[in-house]
């Protein structure tokens, strides 16, 4: 069973927090991320994330066709298979490069 959204948007950090989904750093004190609450399991969790992760949450949505449920892995799977598109390139090799992975010689 998917998880169940309960609210989001973005917020401002008190504190440092990082991206669930690159790891990268998502927000230092003062700055701007988004956090989602979900129930599922049981349990509610937080699921934070950047602002660049955040914004390519849609088409990794349409790109993994299930978009009530997707995680870490599969915006790796996305930012490996789009790296070199002319549309999402750029934010592809962006994810790519906050995970640590350094691109060879991206078009």
Do not use: N
Not at 28 to 49: I, Q
Not at 50 to 65: F, H, K, Q
């Amino acid at each position: 069973m998917s998880p169940q959204w309960l609210k989001g948007g973005e917020v401002r950090a008190r504190k440092q927090h990082l991206c669930r989904t690159c790891g990268a750093v998502a927000a230092e004190p003062g700055e701007t991320y988004r956090r989602d609450t979900y129930l599922g399991d049981g349990a509610v969790y937080d699921w934070v994330t950047c602002l660049a992760c955040s914004e390519i949450t849609g088409a990794v949505c349409d790109w993994v066709g299930y978009p009530d449920s997707i995680g870490a892995d599969d915006y790796a799977a996305w930012a490996a298979d789009h790296r070199h598109d002319e549309v999402w390139g750029e934010k592809a090799r962006a994810f790519r490069s906050r995970l640590g992975i350094v691109e060879d010689g991206a078009a």
